[in-house]
């Protein structure tokens, strides 16, 4: 990445991912992949399914590990790193909101309950920031979580992650399963987190109108190689590669 990879927060250095198949054969599913990404930036990787994006984004809080290559966080190997811990400074949101049983409440609670600490109340600092930064409203604050509207579930798992106060947002298709008027309010609130609290956003989308509005820098992924990567709106203005220009115009292949 064309970027100053000393002012990175997070930087991947050919990293790749062999795995066996059914019929025994050893399967490369990334190939030595490169990228850094700085604090208070967006960094959308799109491709074809089954070109390794959500295999990418699971590396980075250590849901997999790579065959090969490592995994830098502030400079540190992330494998030195308890997953525990990792994982309070590398959040991730899923394409399909999980809900627990209870209330919105119980929900947001959830990463102090595992840790073991003390549960915030409804009046805590802790609470109402990751709230305020999800737009949750504080009206759902004691409805069951399982009741809420998708783009509401989607906003409270997006607090539930942001509550540990990560430096490291993974996004994994978080917009997909929503209506193109609440997947771009969801999407300015990505913008604006990103921006307001100096966040490195990795996105994984199919929606490649998406990533050329928020995207400040975008990938290709494709075969499990970065074919081609560059300033998000310019990139897929003027791609560069065949098999970028094959895929902006089929947009039938753009599944997740």
Same mark, same amino acid.
């Given at each position: 990445?064309? $970027? &100053?990879?000393?002012?990175?927060? @997070?930087?991947?250095?050919?990293?790749?991912?062999?795995?066996?198949?059914?019929?025994?054969?050893? %399967?490369?599913?990334? +190939?030595?992949?490169?990228?850094?990404?700085?604090?208070?930036?967006?960094?959308?990787?799109?491709?074809?399914?089954?070109?390794?994006?959500?295999? !990418? =984004?699971? #590396?980075?809080?250590?849901?997999?590990?790579?065959?090969?290559?490592?995994?830098?966080? &502030?400079?540190?190997?992330?494998?030195?790193?308890?997953? @525990?811990?990792?994982?309070?400074?590398?959040?991730?949101?899923?394409?399909?909101?999980?809900?627990? &049983?209870?209330? %919105?409440?119980?929900? @947001?609670?959830?990463?102090?309950?595992?840790?073991?600490?003390?549960?915030?109340?409804?009046?805590? /600092?802790? !609470?109402?920031?990751?709230?305020?930064?999800?737009? %949750?409203?504080?009206? @759902?604050?004691?409805?069951?979580?399982?009741?809420?509207?998708?783009?509401?579930?989607?906003? %409270?798992? #997006?607090?539930?992650?942001?509550?540990? +106060?990560?430096?490291?947002? !993974?996004?994994?298709?978080?917009?997909?399963?929503?209506?193109?008027?609440?997947?771009?309010?969801?999407?300015?609130?990505?913008? &604006?987190?990103?921006?307001?609290?100096?966040?490195?956003? =990795?996105?994984?989308?199919?929606?490649?109108?998406?990533?050329?509005?928020?995207?400040?820098? !975008?990938?290709? #992924?494709?075969?499990? +190689?970065?074919?081609? $990567?560059?300033?998000? /709106? $310019?990139?897929?203005?003027?791609?560069?590669?065949? /098999?970028?220009?094959?895929?902006?115009?089929?947009?039938?292949?753009?599944?997740?």
């Amino acid at each position: 990445m064309g $970027e &100053d990879v000393q002012k990175a927060a @997070l930087r991947l250095d050919k990293v790749g991912i062999v795995r066996q198949g059914r019929d025994g054969e050893t %399967v490369e599913i990334l +190939r030595e992949v490169s990228l850094s990404a700085r604090s208070g930036e967006i960094t959308a990787i799109v491709g074809p399914s089954g070109g390794g994006k959500s295999s !990418l =984004i699971r #590396l980075i809080n250590r849901l997999d590990d790579p065959t090969t290559g490592k995994i830098l966080l &502030d400079g540190e190997d992330i494998q030195r790193l308890d997953p @525990l811990m990792l994982r309070r400074r590398v959040a991730m949101v899923l394409q399909k909101p999980f809900m627990f &049983d209870g209330t %919105v409440l119980a929900n @947001l609670q959830r990463p102090f309950l595992y840790r073991q600490e003390p549960l915030p109340g409804t009046g805590s /600092e802790e !609470l109402r920031h990751a709230m305020e930064l999800a737009r %949750v409203s504080s009206d @759902l604050i004691e409805r069951d979580a399982r009741t809420l509207s998708l783009g509401e579930q989607q906003r %409270v798992s #997006l607090a539930r992650a942001l509550i540990t +106060r990560p430096q490291v947002l !993974l996004l994994d298709e978080p917009t997909s399963a929503l209506d193109r008027p609440t997947a771009d309010r969801l999407a300015a609130t990505f913008h &604006d987190i990103c921006r307001s609290q100096q966040i490195t956003v =990795i996105l994984v989308t199919h929606d490649l109108r998406l990533a050329g509005r928020i995207a400040d820098y !975008l990938i290709y #992924l494709e075969g499990g +190689r970065i074919l081609e $990567e560059g300033r998000g /709106e $310019e990139m897929l203005a003027r791609p560069q590669t065949a /098999e970028l220009r094959r895929f902006l115009a089929e947009p039938d292949e753009k599944e997740s």
